[in-house]
């Protein structure tokens, strides 16, 4: 039984069964059946990219509604950095700051803070001994579960630090019992503004055996129509930005491989261009690099499906806002050289194949031996019109037993009745 929470979900009732995100799906979790697609929960990463790709508004990320949670005694907001790209001629970051305590927030935490922390952590670790590299960053979920399900060779490569928005809850948590002793834990609520449905299942999930910190995860969206109203009106910012150029560059693709600092790195986004780094790395054709940054989404966080504007616009309205900001406000003591223990994580993502065909060896040769077998009857032109991504996926689905007799290979039926056509 799958008890990987996701939350990508599809509206049957919306759905044509049109193909369209069965042929972009990057683990060919989807299939077309009775008429609409399927999702299957054991392939399914939460890349969105179902959602990017679907005309019909059929796929979307479930996430919770501010006013459902307003009942917390002190709420505390984590923006993501991207938060920042989204608003038009924005001068000052404290303007969104301010914005997040007008809308009903009692205190902001900026997760880009907490990723600048995460960039110094980062440069110790990289100096370790012993350690496997290229280090893979652990920022982004899409990736670390894509590595679970298909690269369990790498999982020793991904970076043991907690994410930025994991630290920022557990400090921003830290800060508020400190300050106001008269609160309980229950009476704390830590609220994600999330850019993307991946790091809502992250939160759900958490990271191996590791539980996350953060109480709510809201949509930055919904959040952002919210600000556009509070932000209008003329009330001066009484909070300080406390993040600077690294972190709130970590909202692009490329920003955390910059923060380390050297040049003996690599990044790269887009979930099929991430896909084939870790092919390259898992295959040892890769330069000696120390250090792999992935985002699944086109942009990094700003090209996540839960933001509002263009992913290249929101970085080029990024860039105008580090403009004058200090590279990092943020710096660890000079004598500091360890990770403090609290923000590793030694618990790495549990290998669940996914194209394991059974558990025992001889089945599981006999059915590769029907697939093989199949597939050279098959036209191998991959159209996706048997609700399968491509010929290979509908002979596997075929052989699992998973294939209703209503998905027929139309191009085969086609030939067939054209040639009796023609007996006639």
């Not at 997040?100 to 001994?129: M, N, P, Q």
């Amino acid at each position: 039984m799958n008890s990987y929470m996701h939350s990508v979900v599809l509206d049957v009732e919306k759905c044509t069964g049109c193909t369209t995100c069965v042929r972009r799906c990057p683990t060919e979790a989807i299939r077309i059946l009775d008429g609409h697609a399927e999702i299957n929960t054991d392939r399914c990463i939460d890349c969105g990219e179902c959602i990017r790709v679907c005309q019909h508004n059929a796929k979307k990320a479930m996430c919770s509604k501010l006013e459902h949670y307003m009942h917390y005694k002190w709420k505390i907001a984590l923006p993501a950095p991207s938060l920042y790209g989204q608003f038009n001629d924005l001068e000052d970051v404290d303007d969104v700051l301010q914005g997040l305590l007008s809308i009903g927030f009692d205190e902001v935490y900026e997760v880009a803070k907490a990723a600048e922390l995460v960039s110094a952590y980062t440069r110790i670790y990289l100096k370790a001994e012993g350690i496997k590299k290229p280090v893979i960053s652990s920022a982004c979920p899409v990736i670390t579960r894509l590595i679970s399900l298909r690269f369990p060779y790498l999982k020793d490569n991904i970076l043991p630090i907690l994410p930025p928005m994991e630290i920022a809850a557990i400090e921003a948590k830290k800060q508020a019992q400190q300050q106001h002793p008269e609160l309980s834990e229950e009476d704390i609520a830590v609220f994600f503004i999330s850019p993307c449905a991946a790091k809502v299942s992250y939160i759900r999930n958490g990271f191996g055996d590791y539980k996350s910190h953060i109480d709510v995860v809201v949509a930055l969206n919904d959040i952002y129509f919210q600000l556009i109203g509070a932000m209008k009106r003329s009330v001066s910012p009484s909070v300080t930005s406390e993040a600077g150029m690294i972190g709130i560059g970590w909202a692009s693709s490329g920003g955390e491989s910059t923060a380390i600092l050297n040049d003996n790195y690599l990044f790269a986004d887009g979930i099929e261009n991430c896909m084939q780094v870790l092919e390259s790395i898992e295959n040892g054709n890769i330069p000696q690099i120390e250090f792999v940054e992935l985002d699944a989404c086109i942009g990094g966080c700003v090209g996540g499906v839960m933001t509002i504007e263009n992913p290249f616009i929101a970085k080029t309205r990024l860039q105008s806002v580090r403009r004058y900001l200090p590279v990092s406000k943020n710096f660890l003591p000079a004598d500091q050289n360890f990770i403090p223990p609290e923000y590793i994580s030694d618990s790495l993502p549990t290998y669940t194949p996914i194209s394991r065909l059974s558990a025992n060896i001889g089945e599981s040769m006999r059915m590769m031996a029907e697939i093989q077998s199949l597939c050279q009857t098959l036209p191998g032109i991959d159209c996706g019109a048997c609700g399968s991504p491509t010929c290979r996926a509908y002979a596997e689905d075929v052989v699992r037993g998973v294939a209703g007799k209503e998905r027929t290979c139309l191009v085969l039926e086609q030939k067939k009745q054209n040639g009796e056509a023609k007996q006639e």
